[in-house]
């Protein structure tokens, strides 16, 4: 199957920075990410939709200014989190689809906590 | 309403013994995918089965089993001879075809809220 890699695996910054986690599809070409997040014992929900060359389709309720994502290549994503507070805290895990195939593949997931 | 329902918080099982874990969906789609995942402490998502909603056969995957009822909009999980390290969360999922952008696999997982399995020794 296909190899998704995320990093970093996990961070710690202090309220108010900014976090970059970047996700790569290491062996196929990705016109298409997702950025799920998940809290502590509660299941995935998505975030943004991530699309090669385009703006990111964000789901209802997450800002786009705070939840940066870019991208521009067809092996790489990235979300930034702008400004972070203690409630960003949280499991995030990109996921990737192939063309032609049902799968998706999930990333390890980063898990961070803000301070 | 929710679209994945999983019922089952947490479920034991002896180990070497069968478990079923629940899901229901809900969905007006004809073309849709169902799926399930396990997510050890870890946290990462390892994919188990998938079942597609024009498939006639229910969908094995070595001890993974997924018990397809449509008209009922089931798809139970069913663990064969629950090892050890089958101890972990299960996200049953679902992807609709009617939010894919481009078909296959392109649309994002609509996910249950998870049930935890453990297996005792």
């Known amino acids: 199957g296909a190899v998704v890699s995320q990093h970093p695996s996990w961070v710690i910054c202090k309220s108010g920075t900014s976090v970059k986690i970047e996700c790569r599809s290491l062996?196929?070409?990705?016109?298409?990410m997702f950025w799920y997040r998940q809290f502590p014992k509660q299941s995935l929900m998505l975030m943004a939709t991530?699309?090669?060359?385009?703006?990111?389709?964000?789901e209802q309720g997450v800002e786009k200014d705070k939840f940066l994502i870019n991208h521009a290549s067809l092996t790489l994503s990235t979300l930034t989190v702008t400004s972070a507070h203690p409630e960003d805290s949280s499991f995030y895990i990109c996921s990737v689809g192939t063309s032609g195939g049902h799968e998706q593949y999930f990333g390890p997931g980063t898990r961070l906590t803000v301070t | 309403a929710q679209k994945i329902t999983q019922t089952q918080p947490g479920m034991f099982v002896q180990e070497k013994e069968a478990v079923t874990l629940d899901c229901t969906y809900d969905?007006?789609?004809?073309?849709?995918?169902l799926f399930w995942y396990k997510q050890p402490s870890s946290g990462e998502m390892i994919f188990l089965i998938y079942?597609?909603?024009?498939?006639?056969q229910n969908a094995t995957e070595g001890r993974y089993s997924l018990n397809f009822q449509k008209a009922r909009k089931s798809a139970n999980l069913v663990i064969s001879a629950s090892q050890l390290g089958d101890s972990a969360m299960y996200f049953c999922a679902m992807r609709e075809a009617s939010k894919t952008n481009y078909g296959g696999s392109q649309g994002n997982l609509i996910f249950g809220k998870g049930t935890k399995l453990s297996v005792k020794p």
């Open positions: 969905t007006s789609d004809q073309s849709y995918g």
């Open positions: 062996d196929f070409q990705a016109t298409t």
């Open positions: 991530s699309n090669e060359g385009s703006k990111a389709t964000y």
């Open positions: 079942q597609g909603s024009y498939d006639e």
